[in-house]
Each structure stands twice: as C-alpha cells, then as structure tokens.
C-alpha cells in the first residue's frame, strides 16, 4: 500500500514562514506530478503548485513569488516552501503524487492526510 505522509504545518503570524514535506512511502515504482493543493474553510479545494519529476514547476497565481516547491526522488518527497504568508493562505494543505507501483502501470493519484497551515493578522 502506499502512504503520503505530511509535516510541517502550524500557527504563524502574517509574514512569516512554514516549510511542508510530504514523503511518499510503500510499494512505489516511480512517481510523476507531486503537488500541494489547499482547501479553505467552505471552499473548494485549490491547486497550490505542481512539480514534474525533471523539476519544471507550475503555480497558482495567488502563491507565484511567495511560495517554492522542490522534490527529492531519491527520497520520494515533496516540499513547499511557504513565505511572505497572508492570512488567506489559512487552509489544510494536502499532498499529491501520480504514482505507479510496478513497471507499466497505470499512474494512480494518492493523497496525504492533510496539514493545518494558519496564519494570523
């Protein structure tokens, strides 16, 4: 079976820093996209920012110059660097991989359990 596990989260005021990871962990061939996405309080969940296994990345517009993502393959991670935090980042963060756990498989997409990120004003 296959696990993401996430860490990192907390309480931070406005400006300040967190830094999420998120390892992939059992039965794993390869692993494409990782990502982070977020959900807020009633609302939908949100990608946050996409990393390729060459390293390309993709973010979403709100988080562009705040936030960094970065992946280990050797250690099947994932990680987000979070700066500059607003208020409006207050969300769970989730942890996303395609991952295919023998030759030829059909990528399945797995998530972690999820992490509290809140930022006070």
């Known amino acids: 079976q296959v696990q993401l596990v996430e860490s990192g989260g907390g309480l931070v005021q406005a400006g300040g820093s967190l830094r999420l990871s998120c390892a992939a962990s059992?039965?794993?061939?390869?692993?494409?996209?990782m990502g982070w996405y977020r959900q807020a309080p009633g609302k939908e969940r949100e990608l946050v920012a996409t990393?390729?296994?060459?390293?390309?990345?993709n973010y979403a517009d709100s988080v562009k110059a705040r936030f960094t993502i970065s992946r280990d393959n050797a250690k099947n991670a994932v990680y987000l660097q979070m700066n500059s935090l607003k208020p409006e980042d207050t969300a769970v963060y989730y942890c996303n991989a395609e991952i295919s756990q023998y030759s030829g498989a059909y990528p399945f997409n797995y998530w972690g359990q999820g992490t509290q990120v809140t930022v006070s004003s």
């Open positions: 059992g039965f794993i061939f390869s692993i494409g996209v």
């Open positions: 990393v390729v296994r060459e390293g390309d990345t």
